[in-house]
């Protein structure tokens, strides 16, 4: 073991046409309640899928188990077709998957730089922390998001939402995500900093990333995503080009369960 | 001045120390006047630095257990324990006292085990179970030899716990404050290469300088004052004592993991959020099963100081001392709801409750009296805690 156990993964060159994440009919029970009742969703490079419902509808918890927080019960995940076995955070993340959660996963007794690393830190051949090896990558990352952002060495806790929610992204940046899970990641912000993680999702997009995008805001969802699906009561309703469908249509799914006349599903992205 | 100001805004200079230090001095200084000089003679401030060693030590670990969002009633009961049983392997079953150590490390090792794995993997919050162990491990310390006391002679072994051959000589300290230095002086250097090598802002020379100099004069003045100590019966002045030696390489030690390694780092994770800790993926769990074996190691290093300096084990031993241990860590900065706090802060807690302490003992206060004031010092430190992290903006 040494250092480079944490340098990002190279990415493989992008193919657009082959399915990134398949999730299959994915279930998981709390007690007896079912929180994710047999649910199939696919991501494809470069698309931004937006996953809708209300509260304790299951988005969160469907995203959770992508992420390893949660085992999953039943149901499998593919990963660019192959299968994989994801039981705890670092498995989600040594394949590359990122989770951004709507509380932020900070530390907030730590800094910004410490946060970015959290689990996995940088070690020198000692085994001990490299913090300025550290420090330098961070400072890189940090300024690529934003350039006002240099009092990285305090709490986070005193940092504004904004630049918290620069902390959280980093730690899918810095580790070269191919997945990335975006849970309300504008609930908090200001419209300047909003403004910057739509830049930072389109230029994501670019690279080939897969995005799954929790969110509330229907602004949100119809300015940035290409596909949505929309739960209810742990049931999948329906899967639609952002483009096919209007936000009452949405509403109605959200709020009725009922998928709306006359608008065919796809599992694909518009390409 | 102006660029002075920021200068030192940056160098992160951690005020709360400063302060606390500041306080130390004061106590000190005005306990000298009031003793007329007996305060800060070489022989008081020898018996303080040796007194303070089991507090000081058990502390330091304390303090990453709070860190960590749990808590430890049971060190004063477990040490008490662990050192009858050493006392009583090498006294009544004649172990040999290496042999009889290993032995009370691994019965403390079993009993942190069997608490951190309640903590760990049963959610027990460690409050009751520590709690329990403050009963039942004083419980322990009695059955182990039916509450009888259990004296030690071994000469080496008693030296561990200070006292009257328990320095290790002038030639000896003067060399381990000139290692210590040139460690401070080369570290701090190493720093400053490194920073440079990876673009990373640096300080200018002479704040480092100054940063260097203060614990290195302050390292040279105590090693000054340990050998100004000289036991009017003996051929050579004493020295630093062994506890306070074992005391700092233990904070040194603690220091070094807390700064250092990823264990320290994902203590203060976990305490600074639970959730997001196990999010990010750090093993919670193990990370708390390896603080327990910690504080098992160090419970069983102060249990040997303890009972060298009793030259005994007894039941009695370590009583209430989870009280000092906590308090010492809350007066050293270290927040009771997790997240924050300092080795060296603990270091200075433990110095300024037992200055107190030994200072009113000298001034003829009665014991309810000072009891009354050990536990409003507590209060006051709380008080200001909470006061200073409003003012930085780091309210809990």
């Given at each position: 073991m040494n250092a480079t156990d944490n340098t990002p993964h190279s990415k493989p060159a992008i193919d657009t046409s082959r399915c990134l994440v398949e999730l299959r009919n994915i279930r998981k029970a709390f007690g007896g309640v079912l929180a994710v009742d047999e649910v199939s969703l696919n991501l494809y490079p470069g698309e931004v899928v937006a996953v809708l419902g209300h509260n304790g509808a299951g988005k969160s918890t469907l995203m959770k188990m992508l992420a390893g927080a949660y085992p999953i019960d039943s149901g499998e995940v593919l990963l660019s077709g192959e299968k994989v076995q994801i039981r705890s955070p670092s498995d989600a993340q040594n394949l590359g998957i990122e989770s951004i959660y709507q509380t932020l996963a900070l530390a907030d007794n730590l800094d910004a730089v410490a946060n970015l690393f959290l689990g996995r830190e940088l070690l020198t051949r000692w085994r001990t922390l490299d913090d300025h090896r550290m420090d330098a990558d961070a400072r890189k990352v940090f300024q690529r998001l934003n350039k006002n952002f240099t009092n990285i060495r305090i709490p986070v806790r005193r940092l504004s939402g904004g630049q918290r929610q620069v902390v959280a992204i980093s730690r899918a940046i810095y580790f070269n995500a191919r997945i990335l899970i975006m849970d309300e990641p504008t609930a908090a912000l200001g419209p300047e900093e909003t403004a910057m993680v739509g830049n930072l999702i389109q230029q994501l997009k670019a690279e080939g990333v897969g995005i799954f995008l929790i969110s509330h805001d229907m602004h949100d969802v119809f300015a940035l995503s290409d596909r949505l699906a929309v739960m209810k009561n742990g049931k999948r309703i329906g899967t639609y080009r952002t483009q096919d469908v209007t936000e009452d249509e949405v509403l109605g799914m959200i709020i009725a369960g009922k998928a709306p006349a006359g608008k065919t599903q796809t599992e694909r992205p518009a390409r | 001045m102006n660029m002075d100001w920021q200068t030192l805004k940056r160098a992160q200079i951690d005020w709360r120390m400063v302060l606390m230090s500041t306080v130390l001095v004061v106590i000190a200084v005005v306990f000298n006047v009031l003793s007329e000089g007996i305060f800060l003679s070489p022989e008081n401030l020898y018996n303080i630095a040796q007194q303070t060693a089991v507090v000081g030590i058990l502390a330091t670990v304390m303090v990453l257990i709070i860190v960590a969002r749990h808590i430890d009633l049971s060190v004063g009961s477990v040490m008490g324990f662990v050192g009858v049983l050493i006392a009583f392997l090498i006294y009544t079953a004649n172990w040999s006292w290496q042999a009889a150590?290993?032995?009370?490390?691994?019965?403390?090792?079993?009993?942190?085990?069997?608490?951190?794995?309640?903590?760990?993997?049963?959610?027990?919050?460690?409050?009751?179970?520590?709690?329990?162990?403050?009963?039942?491990?004083?419980?322990?310390?009695?059955?182990?030899?039916?509450?009888?006391?259990?004296?030690?002679?071994?000469?080496?072994?008693?030296?561990?716990?200070?006292?009257?051959?328990?320095?290790?000589?002038?030639?000896?300290?003067?060399?381990?404050?000139?290692?210590?230095?040139?460690?401070?002086?080369?570290?701090?250097?190493?720093?400053?290469?490194?920073?440079?090598?990876?673009?990373?802002?640096?300080?200018?020379?002479?704040?480092?300088?100054?940063?260097?100099?203060?614990?290195?004069?302050?390292?040279?003045?105590?090693?000054?004052?340990?050998?100004?100590?000289?036991?009017?019966?003996?051929?050579?002045?004493?020295?630093?004592?062994?506890?306070?030696?074992?005391?700092?390489?233990?904070?040194?030690?603690?220091?070094?993991?807390?700064?250092?390694?990823?264990?320290?780092?994902?203590?203060?994770?976990?305490?600074?959020?639970?959730?997001?800790?196990?999010?990010?993926?750090?093993?919670?769990?193990?990370?708390?099963?390896?603080?327990?074996?910690?504080?098992?190691?160090?419970?069983?290093?102060?249990?040997?100081?303890?009972?060298?300096?009793?030259?005994?084990?007894?039941?009695?031993?370590?009583?209430?001392?989870?009280?000092?241990?906590?308090?010492?860590?809350?007066?050293?900065?270290?927040?009771?709801?997790?997240?924050?706090?300092?080795?060296?802060?603990?270091?200075?807690?433990?110095?300024?409750?037992?200055?107190?302490d030994s200072g009113m003992l000298l001034l003829d206060v009665s014991i309810g009296t000072r009891y009354i004031i050990i536990g409003q010092v507590l209060i006051a430190a709380v008080v200001f805690d909470v006061a200073y992290r409003k003012w930085t903006g780091d309210a809990l």
């Amino acid at each position: 073991m040494n250092a480079t156990d944490n340098t990002p993964h190279s990415k493989p060159a992008i193919d657009t046409s082959r399915c990134l994440v398949e999730l299959r009919n994915i279930r998981k029970a709390f007690g007896g309640v079912l929180a994710v009742d047999e649910v199939s969703l696919n991501l494809y490079p470069g698309e931004v899928v937006a996953v809708l419902g209300h509260n304790g509808a299951g988005k969160s918890t469907l995203m959770k188990m992508l992420a390893g927080a949660y085992p999953i019960d039943s149901g499998e995940v593919l990963l660019s077709g192959e299968k994989v076995q994801i039981r705890s955070p670092s498995d989600a993340q040594n394949l590359g998957i990122e989770s951004i959660y709507q509380t932020l996963a900070l530390a907030d007794n730590l800094d910004a730089v410490a946060n970015l690393f959290l689990g996995r830190e940088l070690l020198t051949r000692w085994r001990t922390l490299d913090d300025h090896r550290m420090d330098a990558d961070a400072r890189k990352v940090f300024q690529r998001l934003n350039k006002n952002f240099t009092n990285i060495r305090i709490p986070v806790r005193r940092l504004s939402g904004g630049q918290r929610q620069v902390v959280a992204i980093s730690r899918a940046i810095y580790f070269n995500a191919r997945i990335l899970i975006m849970d309300e990641p504008t609930a908090a912000l200001g419209p300047e900093e909003t403004a910057m993680v739509g830049n930072l999702i389109q230029q994501l997009k670019a690279e080939g990333v897969g995005i799954f995008l929790i969110s509330h805001d229907m602004h949100d969802v119809f300015a940035l995503s290409d596909r949505l699906a929309v739960m209810k009561n742990g049931k999948r309703i329906g899967t639609y080009r952002t483009q096919d469908v209007t936000e009452d249509e949405v509403l109605g799914m959200i709020i009725a369960g009922k998928a709306p006349a006359g608008k065919t599903q796809t599992e694909r992205p518009a390409r | 001045m102006n660029m002075d100001w920021q200068t030192l805004k940056r160098a992160q200079i951690d005020w709360r120390m400063v302060l606390m230090s500041t306080v130390l001095v004061v106590i000190a200084v005005v306990f000298n006047v009031l003793s007329e000089g007996i305060f800060l003679s070489p022989e008081n401030l020898y018996n303080i630095a040796q007194q303070t060693a089991v507090v000081g030590i058990l502390a330091t670990v304390m303090v990453l257990i709070i860190v960590a969002r749990h808590i430890d009633l049971s060190v004063g009961s477990v040490m008490g324990f662990v050192g009858v049983l050493i006392a009583f392997l090498i006294y009544t079953a004649n172990w040999s006292w290496q042999a009889a150590c290993l032995m009370g490390l691994a019965a403390a090792i079993a009993v942190s085990m069997y608490q951190g794995a309640l903590t760990a993997f049963v959610g027990v919050p460690s409050f009751v179970v520590t709690l329990g162990g403050l009963m039942s491990f004083r419980g322990a310390a009695y059955l182990v030899a039916d509450g009888k006391t259990q004296p030690l002679a071994d000469p080496f072994f008693l030296k561990l716990g200070g006292g009257y051959n328990g320095g290790i000589g002038t030639t000896a300290s003067w060399i381990l404050a000139a290692l210590l230095c040139c460690g401070l002086l080369l570290a701090m250097l190493n720093k400053r290469r490194a920073k440079k090598i990876y673009g990373v802002p640096t300080n200018p020379a002479w704040v480092d300088l100054v940063l260097v100099l203060i614990p290195v004069a302050i390292v040279l003045a105590f090693v000054a004052t340990m050998n100004a100590y000289h036991i009017p019966n003996k051929d050579a002045p004493q020295g630093v004592p062994i506890p306070v030696l074992i005391w700092g390489a233990v904070a040194l030690v603690i220091s070094f993991l807390v700064h250092r390694t990823r264990f320290g780092r994902y203590i203060f994770a976990i305490g600074g959020n639970p959730d997001a800790a196990a999010l990010v993926g750090i093993p919670v769990r193990r990370v708390t099963m390896l603080l327990f074996l910690l504080l098992a190691v160090l419970i069983t290093i102060a249990a040997i100081v303890a009972i060298s300096r009793l030259n005994a084990g007894t039941n009695s031993l370590g009583n209430n001392l989870e009280l000092l241990v906590i308090a010492a860590t809350v007066i050293g900065g270290t927040a009771l709801a997790g997240g924050s706090g300092t080795i060296i802060g603990s270091v200075l807690g433990a110095l300024i409750m037992q200055c107190i302490d030994s200072g009113m003992l000298l001034l003829d206060v009665s014991i309810g009296t000072r009891y009354i004031i050990i536990g409003q010092v507590l209060i006051a430190a709380v008080v200001f805690d909470v006061a200073y992290r409003k003012w930085t903006g780091d309210a809990l």
